[in-house]
Each structure stands twice: as C-alpha cells, then as structure tokens.
C-alpha cells in the first residue's frame, strides 16, 4: 500500500445525542486536503448494543458501504436483500430499511459520474437497487475489507480506501462529456434548472439527452432534477425549517408539492423523515458543500 509520508487530519466525532448526533454512533471525517474527483467517504461505528433501524432517504450519489468489524447488517430495499457486509446502492428513487449493531463501516458517497470508473459499471446498471460489493469486485471486495480491519485508526482505514480507490479509478470509463455537463448543472441548480434548456445547450435532441442520461446515471434527467431537488428540501427539513418556507425556497409549486415528493422518496410525511437518524448524521458525516463535489 502506497500510504502518504503525512497522515491527514482526521476529524472524529462520537455521537451522543441532540440535532446531527445520534447516540451510540461515532462518526469520522477524512482531514481537509485529501480527496478524489466525484468521491467524498466518511466512517461510521455503531456500538454493540446500540442497534439502530435506519430508513435510508435517497441521496444524489451512488452509495458503497464496506464493513469492517466482522457483522453484517441486514437491508430490506423491497427486493428480498438480507444481510449484507459491502453492498452498493445507486440513485434510489425509494428509501430502504437497514437495521445496523456493533458495526463499522466505511461509506462512500460516489458521483454517478465517476461510478463507472471506480465500480466498473455505470451507474444506470445498478438499476436504484442494492448490489453486494463482491459482484461488483469480485475477490478484491473481500481483501479490502481485511485490510479495514486491521487498520485501527480511521487515518489508516481513510488511506486505504484511497489506496483501493486510486487504484481502480479508469479515465476511459468516463461518461459522456454532455451528460457531466447536464448533471452538474442540475446539481448545480438544486434541481431547478430548466431540464429542456439544458438539452438544448449540448446540441444533443431530446430524446438522445434522455437516453444517455438514464444509461449513464441512473435517471433521466427529469427525475434526477426531482431527487436532487428532494434531497435539498429534506435537510433544510431536519435542520427544523418550516416545510412551507422549504418549499418556496427550494422551487416546489406549494406546500402541497412538497409534501407528495416527499412521500414519493421517503413513503412518510415531512415531520417523520425530518427526524430520520440518516439525515440525523448528515450534518457530521457529510458538511456542506462537500456535495458539491460529487
């Protein structure tokens, strides 16, 4: 493993209640100064004991979870998943039920756009679904998860995942350079960017815009444009905003909009998913503007 001379920094933070924290939980940021294009990673233990169900909400990321600390955790996306110890999931339209205890885990937040580099395949194939990491990695998933585990500092576990990372990233799976182009403005917009418009600055039909998208990132462009949208209101949400400032801010129709997009993404009302421990630790695994990156 090629480790950096300098360690990084690395933020860790145990989580013992009240907005952002969640008891039991210890979460761990990689130091500033590292990170690879399109990919943002954070650490996660959950004690023996402190067994946590979680409602997975939607996120405009492909996500990886590799667990390290020998206990798999059992997934439910409504597919039949049961337990699992490194799955990836792509852009999800629904939420999911996980149930997680004395666990460790590291999780990485990967842009749709660099998926295919990384994990082989484009985003579009994992289809919104759960996917064990194994099929996707074969053999390598497992020998990363042993180095995991004997790393004992989340500075070691970070270098390692950069390490694999570094090693497995392809220029050539790169997607089309319209596609970046649209998903970042979308990204850009939060959402709100007039999907047409877009279309029309790369040159490219409709249609074709479309069928790219979809096969590259896992959406059409419409319904990334909602997700991210979705994923905008819904943190504001569990930061204790009212939902109908949300949603004249965050460009919904009223507050009724607001409501029935949440519902679509999360199957609850807008006070249920504002208190989902997933969001809880958002504010701590993930600081704003590190999406901005994906």
Not at 137 to 160: D, K, N, P, Q
């Amino acid at each position: 493993m090629n480790t950096p001379s300098t360690a990084p920094t690395i933020e860790e933070v145990e989580a013992t209640g009240g907005a952002g924290a969640i008891s039991g939980w210890e979460i761990a940021r990689p130091g500033a100064g590292r990170g690879l294009p399109g990919i943002d990673m954070a650490g996660f233990m959950i004690r023996a004991g402190a067994a946590t169900e979680i409602r997975a909400v939607p996120h405009p990321a492909v996500t990886v979870i590799v667990e390290f600390g020998g206990h798999a955790f059992s997934v439910d996306d409504g597919r039949g998943g049961g337990m699992s110890e490194s799955l990836a999931l792509g852009l999800a339209s629904s939420s999911f039920h996980a149930r997680a205890d004395g666990i460790g885990c590291v999780q990485i937040r990967l842009s749709p756009i660099a998926t295919r580099a990384v994990l082989g395949v484009p985003a579009g194939e994992l289809g919104g679904g759960l996917v064990a990491l194994e099929d996707l990695w074969g053999g390598e998933a497992a020998a990363l998860r042993e180095r995991l585990h004997h790393a004992r500092t989340w500075s070691a576990r970070f270098a390692v995942m950069d390490d694999v990372l570094r090693g497995r990233m392809r220029v050539e799976s790169a997607v089309d350079p319209e596609v970046a182009w649209v998903w970042r403005q979308i990204l850009r917009g939060r959402g709100r960017a007039r999907i047409a418009e877009l279309a029309a600055e790369t040159g490219w039909s409709r249609q074709r815009l479309w069928s790219r998208f979809d096969a590259q990132i896992g959406l059409t462009p419409k319904r990334a444009a909602m997700l991210i949208r979705f994923d905008h209101a819904v943190h504001r949400l569990a930061r204790g905003q009212s939902p109908a400032r949300v949603a004249a801010d965050s460009g919904y129709a009223d507050q009724s909009h607001l409501h029935r997009d949440i519902r679509a993404f999360t199957g609850t009302s807008p006070a249920a998913s504002a208190r989902e421990p997933w969001l809880a630790a958002d504010d701590t695994a993930w600081p704003a503007g590190t999406s901005a990156r994906l």
